[in-house]
């Protein structure tokens, strides 16, 4: 569904990722596992459109999105889920849901919006107790189930996650990692970027390891997560 052909990026004068080459089939979960600094988030936000490249393709179903505009990408059915949360923290939690519709909203299609909140609220029940809360006064669980949330609202085929887990308490952690797979379950492609290594690997199909912008080893992650060198680095030993 995604491939990455020898991607060079970064930001001004700095190249945060070099020559990355990696893949993403359809229907799997792929996690990017690696320190600070190693370029994750820089490759998601070149996916996203949100970064310039220097040198290499992005092809997702074909499709070369290198330099479209971040919105065509999304219309293309790629969403991600920013590093953070990003959500519009003075807003409420159903407006901040609303907007993931809104490349096609349409009074056409208002039958079809709210069966999507719906299903937003089905997986997050909590939102849907939440929904006219203002999204700034959430736990950072919450806000960060909001993210999914919107994210999934824009009816993406790959979905995007940057670190879902990043200052979360671990039974919050736990429970955003089972609609994880559950969503994979369901048939959505996965790609992941996440400190937590071994939950990360855990839940994935394959996974790509990056140090200082660069992929130094990749496989399926039932294997990683067994390596040595990985376990040292990544894994507490």
């Keep these: ?4 052909q020898n991607l060079t990026a970064g930001y001004g004068a700095i190249a945060a990722i070099r020559e990355i080459s990696l893949e993403v089939p359809e229907g799997k979960v792929v996690s990017i596992i690696g320190a600070n600094g190693a370029g994750k988030s820089t490759l998601l936000k070149a996916v996203s459109g949100l970064n310039n490249h220097r040198s290499g393709r992005i092809l997702f179903q074909g499709k070369n999105i290198v330099d479209m505009p971040a919105n065509r990408i999304v219309s293309l059915g790629l969403s991600q889920v920013a590093e953070g949360r990003q959500i519009f923290a003075h ?3 159903e407006d901040n849901i609303h907007l993931g519709a809104y490349l096609y909203y349409r009074r056409s299609n208002k039958r079809e919006i709210r069966d ?3 299903r937003i609220y089905e997986l997050f029940p909590i939102l849907s107790k939440r929904a006219r809360q203002i999204s700034g006064t959430l736990s ?7 993210a999914i949330g919107r994210a999934l609202m824009t009816r993406p085929r790959l979905l995007l996650l940057d670190e879902p887990s990043m200052g979360l308490a671990p039974i919050v952690v736990q429970e955003i990692f089972h609609t994880i797979e559950r969503l994979n379950r369901e048939g959505m492609t996965i790609l992941l970027v996440e400190q937590n290594a071994r939950a990360a690997l855990q839940i994935a199909d394959f996974a790509y390891v990056l140090e200082t912008g660069r992929v130094v080893l990749h496989g399926p992650a039932s294997d990683l ?13």
């Design 1 to 4: 569904m995604l491939e990455i």
């Design 91 to 93: 807003m409420t939690v």
């Design 140 to 146: 950072g669980g919450e806000q960060q189930m909001l």
């Design 116 to 118: 999507r909140i719906e």
């Design 225 to 237: 997560i067994n390596d040595n060198q990985i376990k040292e680095a990544y894994l507490g030993g």
